[in-house]
């Protein structure tokens, strides 16, 4: 019985040692949490204000242009998917995977070939491991994300958008990404980007005030050089809020995560606890037992010598 014990004194020793880093990953992911919240409020009114811009340029000219313009026949499609770089953050990456995956068999399902880019290590390890063609890949950041981040995932899906299909580029740009809800929920989302749809979410609110917003803007040279300028910034600008959105959920994830874990650690530290003290009770009952057994055999050894 003693052998028990100590194997029960180590496994508690190697859970609250456990217990240790986990809660101060638990601690970690929660002050970040803050910050990337502030950097998700602080990008969120310049993208707003950018889609609005650009929602009031494509409704006040005729202007054809990637930016507005659905092809009559789109055939290719790039889907651009954010996960984490590192794990312990439960489900996320995986719902995030999931929502990609979804997506994707969706636009593959309406005739459209599927170009993949992808942020995080763990959707990159996912395409790698099921030998998937991958376009292009980003890692490193996606915890802290900046908008130079944003720019370089930016710059090659902008260069698809504006090629012909002929030459390998694309009619549609979706993003996949998991939306900061709250604190205690994260929804992976998918978006189209590109075109960008006139008639739905925050565009659709803006044709409403067509009327109110098309005073507000001259377009000198031109609504087309206009739409050339703001192109790239709106699909930096969105592709910025989307990793921040990402970083958010991450870190709520994983705090979720770890706090969780060390709930589970407390629980088998008391378990191992109650097992360790009756494996100790039952060695002094033991003992106990051994003594008196022994002093009772003394004892009729005596008496029988007299």
Do not use: C
């Not at 489900?91 to 995977?97: D, E, F, R, V």
């Not at 991958?134 to 994300?145: K, L, M, Q």
């Amino acid at each position: 019985m003693g052998a028990q014990l100590r194997v029960y004194k180590r496994r508690i020793k190697s859970v609250t040692a456990t217990k240790k880093i986990t809660k101060a990953m638990e601690m970690i992911a929660a002050s970040r949490i803050v910050k990337a919240q502030r950097k998700v409020a602080a990008s969120t009114p310049y993208a707003s204000e950018l889609t609005r811009a650009v929602t009031a340029v494509a409704t006040g000219s005729d202007t054809k242009h990637p930016l507005t313009t659905e092809a009559d026949s789109p055939t290719r499609a790039a889907v651009l998917l954010v996960t984490s770089d590192r794990g312990l953050a439960g489900g996320y990456s995986s719902n995030a995977i999931k929502a990609g995956e979804r997506l994707i068999e969706k636009l593959t399902a309406e005739g459209k070939e599927v170009l993949t880019y992808i942020v995080g290590r763990k959707g990159v390890a996912y395409y790698s491991f099921r030998g998937r063609k991958v376009e292009e890949s980003w890692t490193g950041f996606t915890d802290n994300p900046s908008y130079g981040d944003a720019k370089r995932v930016a710059a090659p899906l902008i260069e698809a958008v504006t090629q012909e299909t002929a030459e390998g580029g694309v009619d549609e740009l979706h993003i996949v990404f998991t939306e900061f809800v709250s604190m205690m929920t994260q929804e992976p989302v998918d978006r189209r980007l590109l075109p960008l749809s006139l008639e739905t979410g925050e565009a659709a609110e803006e044709t409403e005030k067509k009327d109110e917003i098309l005073p507000l803007y001259d377009f000198e040279p031109s609504s087309e050089d206009v739409l050339d300028a703001l192109l790239p910034r709106y699909v930096e600008s969105r592709i910025y809020n989307a990793l921040l959105q990402s970083a958010a959920s991450e870190h709520a994830a994983r705090r979720r995560a770890m706090k969780s874990a060390t709930d589970n650690a407390e629980e088998l530290i008391k378990s191992l606890t109650r097992l360790a003290n009756a494996a100790r009770q039952a060695d002094i009952t033991q003992e106990i037992s051994e003594i008196v057994g022994g002093a009772s055999a003394l004892a009729d050894a005596t008496a029988g010598s007299d």
